[in-house]
Nanobody, 124 residues
Framework: QLQLVESGGGLVQPGGSLRLSCAGS????????IGWFRQAPGKEREGISC????????NYADSVKGRFTISRDNAKNTVYLQMNSLKPEDTAIYYC?????????????????WGQGTQVTVSS
């Protein structure tokens, strides 16, 4: 059974950076597309980035395009989300999720496995 654990969240000032990690255990992530999602208080969970199982294809929501970068290291069974130029509106719980397949999109319903999330707070 695949388990996902997010880490790297925290409190950062506007304009700052964080790198989130999504570590897989129990099963190799080699055959899974991975997505990053976030959910702010009172809002629906939204997809912000995804990466194919090989890392050759990535996609971003308009809200983070040009600021966030998704990458993966299959040797470490880990997917990363580098977040730069953070804004207060990026404050949310960030989740990673896995889809058994080569490519997935940004839809919540596409993913089979979810982590517990990590809090990101952008505030001065």
């Amino acid at each position: 059974q695949l388990q996902l654990v997010e880490s790297g969240g925290g409190l950062v000032q506007p304009g700052g950076s964080l790198r989130l990690s999504c570590a897989g255990s129990g099963v190799t992530l080699d055959y899974y597309a991975i997505g990053w999602f976030r959910q702010a208080p009172g809002k629906e969970r939204e997809g912000i980035s995804c990466i194919s199982s090989t890392g050759g294809s990535t996609n971003y929501a308009d809200s983070v395009k040009g600021r966030f970068t998704i990458s993966r290291d299959n040797a470490k069974n880990t997917v990363y989300l580098q977040m730069n130029s953070l804004k207060p509106e990026d404050t949310a719980i960030y989740y990673c999720a896995a889809y058994w397949g080569i490519v997935a999109g940004l839809g919540v319903g596409e993913y089979d496995y979810w982590g517990q999330g990590t809090q990101v707070t952008v505030s001065s």
